[in-house]
């Protein structure tokens, strides 16, 4: 179980390296899509470097009923 632990969290670690290299954290977008394109990069990990290139076009949330 350690070691699956283990390499999920290196899995991720990888993930945010390439969210970081692209410069996802940098930019003030802070739309729907633009999370879910940062938590996309992550969640893809090692695979950002085979030339997976996940991105959210557009995301529509739930507004606040009145």
């Known amino acids: ?3 699956i632990s283990l390499l999920v969290l290196l899995w991720l670690i990888i ?3 390439a969210a970081f290299q692209r410069g ?4 003030s977008d802070t739309s729907c899509a633009g999370l879910g394109t940062i938590a996309l990069t992550i969640v893809a990990g090692p695979l950002n470097y ?3 290139n996940p991105e959210v076009q557009n995301c529509e949330l739930p507004q606040p009923s009145e």
């Open 24 to 27: 996802y954290f940098e930019s």
């Open 15 to 17: 993930g945010g390296v």
């Open 1 to 3: 179980m350690k070691i």
């Open 50 to 52: 085979l030339g997976v």
